[in-house]
């Protein structure tokens, strides 16, 4: 993928991830997750071992490996012998402050230590990239000295938790996640389980037309003939890659850009309206209401802190 393609995608991808726990896993056991609404995500600070979701093959990890696991599958990690203690999370869980919570699986010490992660299972609202993934993923960063410079400050700052660490913890874990889409981004092969659908240079050119001018009338027949493909075809492979029309494509990156704009400015609904392609802002915001359940004004009220997807 050319580098201006992806550098216009990866700003069109709002990564909201949010910190909730530190998990301290002893040699000879295991930690286990219960299933999550949210696709979880693990950053091995230090220790080794496996993780495995479901009924699925293990999948080893050392340092600097980010694991993401999809939304609503059970998963284990550490130890993978057959004869390692396990612990459930649900029953070992202390809170170790600033929104933090803490998991155990051992008697003390600690050989593997991660802090972790949720995306919401209805990330990137418009690409929903995340939403599409089906197996779990191990990316290994330790030949990054960006990234290895970023794990070194998330264990140096969730060694004393403290105000502030979960918005430090937030920051550093999503530039690892940056990182990690730009390199799935820039693959070549065919192993990007997040990115082939936008590794079809077809599609992609339609769904760049969409980011970079979303109040242009965007039609099925528009956006077909920018990828270069017959209506029904260009339907019918959208659909398959993104689980959704094209059309409800276009309408989720306007209220995305529009909810960010109503918790970023004070641009009149008007002028936010017609930015994205509404006549005014009655039917922007009765698109609005219809996808946040909730009204524009009342949205701006609530803060940036209001992470919801429209629906």
């Known amino acids: 993928m050319a580098v201006d393609t992806l550098d216009r995608l990866l700003t069109a991808l709002a990564v909201r991830l949010h910190a909730f726990s530190v998990c301290a896993i002893q040699q000879g056991w295991r930690l286990a997750f219960p299933s999550f609404e949210a696709v979880t995500v693990h950053y091995v600070l230090k220790g080794s071992g496996a993780l495995r979701v479901g009924n699925g093959p293990w999948l080893a990890f050392a340092p600097q490996s980010v694991l993401i696991v999809p939304a609503r599958q059970p998963h284990v990690a550490g130890e ?16 170790l402050g600033d929104g933090l919570v803490g998991f155990t699986a051992g008697d003390g010490s600690c050989d593997t230590l991660m ?26 960063f330790s030949a990054s000295s960006t990234v290895r410079y970023a794990f070194d400050l998330l264990l140096t700052e969730i060694a004393s938790p ?62 077909a003939s920018l990828a270069g493909m017959s209506r029904a075809s ?78």
């Open 115 to 140: 802090v972790c992660g949720a995306i919401s299972a209805s990330y990137g609202g418009a690409l929903g990239l995340f939403d599409l993934l089906r197996d779990p993923m191990v990316e290994d």
């Open 80 to 95: 993978a012998g057959a004869v390692a203690h396990l612990a459930h999370a649900a029953d070992r869980c202390t809170l």
């Open 162 to 223: 403290g105000l502030g660490t979960q918005a430090m913890t937030e920051v550093l874990m999503k530039q690892c996640l940056i990182t990690l889409l730009r390199r799935h981004l820039l693959r070549d092969d065919i192993g990007s389980p997040l990115f082939t659908a936008l590794q079809h240079p077809r599609l992609a050119r339609a769904i760049l037309a969409v980011i970079e001018d979303p109040a242009m009338p965007h039609t099925v027949e528009s956006l």
């Open 234 to 311: 260009f339907a019918e492979h959208f659909a398959r890659a993104f689980q959704q029309g094209p059309i409800d494509f276009v309408q989720k990156v306007r209220l995305r850009i529009a909810a960010r704009l109503l918790t970023t400015t004070d641009l009149p609904l008007k002028v936010i309206a017609q930015s994205i392609g509404y006549a005014g802002p009655t039917p922007f915001s009765r698109a609005f209401r219809n996808a946040y359940k909730a009204d524009p004004i009342a949205y701006r009220a609530l803060g940036s802190h209001d992470e919801r997807e429209p629906e």
